[in-house]
């Protein structure tokens, strides 16, 4: 019968994994131009975040609220987390608490109701005066379909207004994700030419979140910043 394998040789062989994958992806980024990287750990436990902390990385992606706030409350927001998946107007107080980032604002009553969130999380200490406001992308639908969620591209330039005039908000950049079955590049070129649009209202050198594990080459190429990648950082999701 085969021993148990220790919790601490599991741990080092979980990370010694972990980081054998940054590495790769680090490496296929930095040979398509270059931009930073956030891992997206959805469905992986807190354990993986630790590591992936201990292992430098500062920032993780996260898709459900309350699944990102439990591992938020567990590790104490280190790494920080920021979400990447839709946010229901009704969550944004929740969500609020936690985030490091959204990169998924694609209504002015997700802007209103962000705002109103963070105000509420200072309020109640959920939140350090020292981040008093929320850093936040427009996510852009290429397709216009609301089930992805996004906006489409006529409605950027209000959404931008919108966050501008906040008081707890501030807009870094934007966000999208290619329609299923269509060729990326147009779309990743696209989208930079909208964030360049909308460049006079962001805080700081703009965020263009684009590309992930099967496209951030061509998102690279046509000025993403930041990939999200997860199956090829974190391998395949646990079994429940």
């Given at each position: ?71 938020h409350d567990s590790l104490g927001g280190v790494p920080a987390l920021q979400m990447i ?156």
């Amino acid at each position: 019968m085969t021993a148990p394998t220790a919790p601490g040789a599991a741990d080092a062989a979980r990370r010694a994994e972990l980081a054998a994958a940054l590495d790769r992806v680090r490496a296929r980024i930095a040979a398509a131009g270059g931009a930073d990287l956030l891992p997206v750990t959805k469905f992986h436990p807190a354990g993986d975040l630790a590591l992936l902390a201990d292992l430098g990385v500062r920032a993780v992606g996260e898709n459900r609220e309350q699944e990102a706030r439990a591992k938020h409350d567990s590790l104490g927001g280190v790494p920080a987390l920021q979400m990447i998946g839709q946010v229901q107007t009704k969550k944004a107080n929740a969500v609020a608490r936690w985030a490091a980032a959204v990169h998924t604002v694609d209504s002015a009553r997700l802007v209103a109701a962000l705002d109103r969130g963070v105000a509420l999380a200072l309020e109640r200490g959920d939140r350090a005066p020292a981040d008093d406001r929320l850093p936040v992308l427009l996510q852009w639908s290429a397709d216009g379909d609301a089930a992805r969620g996004g906006a489409v591209a006529g409605d950027l330039d209000a959404l931008a207004d919108a966050v501008a005039a906040t008081r707890h908000l501030s807009l870094r950049g934007l966000m999208c994700v290619p329609p299923r079955g269509v060729e990326p590049g147009p779309v990743f070129a696209r989208g930079r030419r909208l964030l360049d649009a909308v460049a006079d209202r962001i805080d700081g050198d703009p965020v263009y979140s684009a590309g992930m594990s099967g496209d951030l080459e061509a998102a690279v190429a046509e000025g993403s910043t930041l990939v999200r990648v997860g199956t090829d950082i974190m391998g395949p999701r646990p079994v429940a």
